[in-house]
């Protein structure tokens, strides 16, 4: 089957910690982007890429890093510097470099203890 | 600067009625107009998608109306359903951008 995977689905942390969410597609797409939704709040960008070893910042991303170091994986790091972690994350991908057609993974719940 | 403004933030529908959400857009350098369904728990899914070019497309009960010259459009839901019960984000796109900007997204609920 081909898709994107997020883990873990939940994930608890304490104060002061880093995390890394994992992010994998077997779809072949170029592009991959991270974005944070909080309830009943719209999607907000965090990083994304559209080339290996190549990512830029999105709208929200101090507190977040990234890295691609292959096409398929594209994982996110949580900081400590990040003050109010707790939310829904949220992987997608698309084909092509305009990323105007998105495909979302499942969804990592994170919780700061 | 929000580029893409979404209404109504909910949305409360009989079943058997009509469900419309409005979307208005900035930049008109937009060139890709898609609606994604988000359940709870879950990721979003690509529903529909419009270019500028055409004025509405349809797919099943779900259909697209764009004014171009308003720089708005609209996702029409007929004989909307429970299981239509979601989230929905507008979003517009342009293809040297890279990257979408969504709208603040609508919760609709359908009573049976």
């Known amino acids: 089957d081909g898709g994107i995977t997020q883990s873990p689905k939940y994930l608890f942390r304490k104060e002061g910690q880093n995390v890394t969410l994992s992010c994998e597609q077997n779809?072949?797409?170029?592009?991959m982007y991270w974005y944070r939704q909080d309830p009943g709040q719209g999607l907000r960008l965090i990083y994304y890429?559209?080339?290996?070893?190549?990512?830029q910042k999105g709208d929200i991303a101090e507190g977040y890093s990234v890295s691609r170091e292959k096409k398929e994986s594209f994982p996110l790091t949580v900081t400590s510097a990040q003050k109010n972690p707790t939310a829904f994350y949220l992987c997608?991908?698309?084909?092509?470099?305009?990323?105007?057609?998105?495909?979302f993974g499942p969804g990592t719940r994170l919780t700061v203890l | 600067q929000q580029q893409v403004k979404q209404s109504p933030q909910s949305l409360i529908v009989q079943k058997g009625g009509i469900s419309i959400i409005n979307c208005a857009y900035e930049?008109?350098?937009?060139?890709?107009f898609p609606w994604y369904q988000q359940f709870p728990g879950k990721g979003p899914a690509l529903l529909i998608a419009?270019?500028?070019?055409?004025s509405e497309k349809k797919e099943g009960r779900f259909t697209i109306s764009f004014n171009k010259s308003a720089k708005q459009f609209s996702l029409h839901i007929m004989d909307s359903q429970p299981g239509d019960s979601a989230t929905y984000f507008c979003?517009?796109?342009?293809?040297?951008?890279?990257?979408?900007?969504f709208g603040d997204g609508t919760t609709l609920t359908v009573k049976p």
């Open positions: 997608a991908s698309s084909i092509g470099l305009a990323g105007v057609e998105q495909f």
């Open positions: 779809l072949n797409h170029d592009a």
């Open positions: 890429s559209q080339i290996v070893n190549d990512f």
């Open positions: 930049n008109t350098a937009f060139d890709y």
């Open positions: 419009i270019r500028p070019d055409v």
């Open positions: 979003a517009a796109g342009q293809a040297n951008a890279g990257k979408s900007t």
